[in-house]
């Protein structure tokens, strides 16, 4: 009897011991021990105050990224991968919308696009299978121009 | 009854203590550091500046940065192998301009002038009286 609640009681401390719990003090503090590996779903890096600064995570379509948030919880800074496994590195304004984009299309062809007020107004970068570079721009009347090649 | 709880709890506690860390739902603190063997590695965390950062660190001083300012505007930067902050071969990206340095002189720029209507793009090359723009306004 004393040995099956031994054993129950130790299976129970397993089981909390892998959903995170532990002897330490929990989360928020700076953390100065080094294991080889520390594995997690998400990394939360907080600032002082304890508000979110940083995720390192999966976005929806399990996808891994490292996110940026600024005061107001707005997403700033992210890179990682889409959906379709290419990569992207996006600075946002303000208002979260996308101003710089720096990511691979397709078969990995590197594209960069500069955006204002969520309208494309440069995009550089090769494209095709030849891989040709291609600047376009558009002036301050909206026109689109080609300084070479096309997008 | 008060004895077979404490058998309990024993068992528990030592369970606690030898059981396999799992994989955790969150981690979270205020700052994280991934070292690698003889150099500082990643650090993510905050900045002396006062923003947040994401530092992957090269040889002498070089490397790689990204993150947000003290005033919350994001940035991404790559020192080059000189160690100087933005020396050697590097390039600064900033909301919405790409630097392209060699020291402290950005040769060239590409951009939006983000106050003017239109918000025309720009692209330079040289540095002080040598500086063109390369597209029509």
Sequence with gaps: MTAALAGVGAALGVQASRAGLSFGVASAQAQTDADDVTRARQVEVVDASGRRAIIIGTGGEGNPGVWFYDRNG???????????????????????????????????????????????????GLKGRKADPAFVYFDAQGRKKALFGDY | MRRGFLVLLVGFCAGLAFGKP????????????????????????????????????????????????????????????????????????????????????????????????GTPPYLTRGAGKDKSDLLDR
């Design chain 2, 22 to 117: 799992g994989v955790r739902s969150t981690l979270s603190a205020r700052a994280l550091t991934v070292a690698a063997a003889g150099s500082r590695g990643i650090f993510a965390g905050a900045s002396k500046e006062g923003g947040m950062v994401l530092r992957v660190y090269g040889a002498r001083g070089s490397g790689f940065a990204v993150g947000l300012d003290a005033a919350g505007s994001p940035f991404i930067r790559v020192s080059g192998v000189s160690g100087s902050a933005e020396g050697g071969v590097a390039g600064k990206l900033s909301s919405p301009r790409i630097d392209f340095r060699r020291g402290a002189a950005a040769i060239m720029t590409l951009g939006l002038r983000a106050g003017e209507r």
């Design chain 1, 74 to 124: 707005k997403v700033r800074l992210s890179f990682g991968l889409y959906g379709d496994n290419n990569a992207s590195m996006v600075l946002n304004d303000e208002q979260e919308r996308a101003v710089e984009i720096f990511r691979t299309t397709g078969t990995g062809d590197p594209v960069l696009v500069l955006k204002s007020e969520g309208s494309d107004r440069v995009i550089m």
